[in-house]
């Protein structure tokens, strides 16, 4: 059983950062793929990045690499995710999701596959 908690959303204009966390309860943290997505109003929940176990692998929306850069300190058992140059296209609620698998393949892109969710924490960029 894993629990996450999300903080870090916020209200912020246009070009500016923030950066989320989440951090995990669980017995073991190893070896959990970790994988963001967010989700605007009347929109599906798309994916954002996922990072593997080691952290010395992540996967990145495409039209999102460049500005969003995810990484992990398992010593803390967090993640977090450093937005950057954000977009009032960012607006959205962002989820912390966790999957005792592989970052291999092409899995960790959907919503689906992922068993353990946090409540998500609201990013609100304005223009």
């Known amino acids: 059983q894993v629990q996450l908690l999300e903080s870090g959303g916020g209200l912020v204009q246009a070009g500016g950062s923030l950066r989320l966390s989440c951090a995990a309860a669980?017995?073991?943290?190893?070896?959990?793929?970790m994988g963001w997505f967010r989700q605007a109003p009347g929109k599906e929940r798309e994916f954002v990045a996922a990072i593997s176990w080691s952290g010395d692998r992540t996967e990145y929306a495409k039209s999102l690499q460049g500005r969003f850069t995810l990484s992990r300190d398992n010593a803390k058992i967090t993640v977090y995710l450093q937005m950057n140059s954000l977009k009032p296209e960012d607006t959205a609620a962002y989820y912390c999701?966790?999957?005792?698998?592989?970052?291999?393949?092409?899995?960790?892109?959907?919503?689906?596959?992922?068993?353990?969710w946090g409540q998500g924490t609201q990013v609100t960029v304005s223009s």
């Open positions: 999701a966790a999957e005792p698998q592989s970052l291999t393949g092409t899995w960790y892109s959907s919503a689906r596959n992922y068993r353990y």
């Open positions: 669980a017995r073991a943290f190893s070896p959990y793929t």
